[in-house]
């Protein structure tokens, strides 16, 4: 490490109190090793430190569990001393499977999830660790930064998405509000509008008894017409916020997919705005 990055680090938040939990035997080399009953020795042995973390224990900071899963060893480092700088427990897993060893076992305030991972992809990691647990807080930190990729793990459910490369400083601002908002209600898995049901985890639409896999575009097409029901989606609107195009391709795109999903959903529901754009309609 560069002496500048020492100096960056030696300056973050925590750093002598880590150094104080260290000398007096609190940590026993394990990440994440300080504990509840850590916090009460240490609040006895020391009043002065015990009151500067009282304040961090008790919203929850300075005990919270990270895992930061992502196969590359100098991320996992960098982003590992900033957490341990900042108080926070943390663990590191290297590819999908120890991801999902890990999550099975144990609690985490927040997943840090990379999408290219070996074996496992970031996604297939994403779906199940929310599958068993929707109300889980993942943070996708990937190099991957197309809007389309975005969308994709925002609608799967993730709570954040942070492309590479990235400010240290930014992620653990994130992480530590996605720990301070972790009493809200986890988002809904399910969108139901007129008699549709789209499921945002498994993206299939359950139409009456019958359900109508869907395409990843559709899929994402159709969460924005059932979100904007009753109203009208400009076709440049469908182009930004769908296929993520900032200008008009000149192709007809938007009117071929709305032309698929008519055929599956076998109704009327999307109806067309003549020389404007689409509207979902809810029967």
Sequence with gaps: MRQSCRTHVSSWPFVDLRRTLTSRGLRDGRPGAYTYSDHHRLVKQSPRVGRYLQGWYERG???SRILVVDDEQRICRFVARALEANGFQFQVAGNGYEALRLVD???YAVIVLDLLLPGLDGYEVLRR???ANPAQRVLILSAISDVESKVRCLQMGA??????????AELIARISRRIEDRTAPPPPRWLEVGGMRLDLQRRVLSVEDRE???SHREFILMGHLMRRAGEVCTRDELLADVWGYS????SNVVDVC???LRSKLESGAIETVR???YSFVAS
């Design 247 to 250: 200008f008009d391709p000149g």
């Design 275 to 277: 020389n404007v754009g």
């Design 258 to 260: 709305v032309r698929r």
């Design 61 to 63: 900071v300075a005990v």
């Design 159 to 168: 709570v954040d998405y942070l492309p590479k490369p990235f400010a240290i």
């Design 212 to 214: 109508v896999s869907l």
């Design 129 to 131: 660790v929310l599958r």
């Design 105 to 107: 076992s144990q609690d």
